[in-house]
């Protein structure tokens, strides 16, 4: 089956942009913001962590009425690319991919949600914890003062250790997340 949603589950959900040369300035990335919550508020679907990047972002969505939706993925992505094109006075597909994983367990929510919110000193945006607290396009200082800022400093420290793409291959593996494919 090509898209399997589980009810009531969270999903890691990554977007990708795959145009040489294009890079998310701090406009696009506002739009891509914008737009992730209002498509998320239209399909009742809850936004948890994010991190909006140069040329891609990760989150983890979730419902509870339903399972999230291809309406809620179909949709992000059209809206999205709409206003970035707009924005740039462009035509054409904005996103290259995206993926997908259901995440079953805590242990595998919270290194994840790790993940997603450390990638900002991954890329660069970040230089340090105290960028990332005020890193406009991740809502790190959310879960830092819901859980203690020490307590997510050391959980992204404990995941900024992948340095390749197979130690993040090894790193999703190891989370047992089935993965679904876009």
Known sequence: MKYQ???????????SIDKKGLFFDEQMKKIIMTQLFKTAKSTDT???PYAILNNHLHFIASSQEKSIS??????????SSHEINKYLNQNGKLWDKYYGWAIFNE????????????????HGMAKSFAEL????FCNFKQYADEYS?????ER????LKIKS??????????????????
Request: glycine share 2%.
């Open 5 to 15: 949603f589980y009810l009531h589950n969270k999903y890691f959900i990554t977007y």
């Open 46 to 48: 809850e936004i948890e």
């Open 70 to 79: 291809k309406i809620f993925l179909k949709n992000f992505a059209g809206a």
């Open 107 to 122: 242990k595998a929510y919270f290194n994840i949600l790790a993940y997603i919110l450390g990638n900002p000193i991954r």
């Open 133 to 136: 607290y005020d890193y406009a």
């Open 149 to 153: 800022k020490d307590a997510m400093e």
């Open 156 to 159: 992204v420290m404990s995941v």
């Open 165 to 182: 793409e197979d130690d993040e291959k090894e790193f999703f593996y190891n989370l047992s997340c089935p993965y679904i494919p876009h």
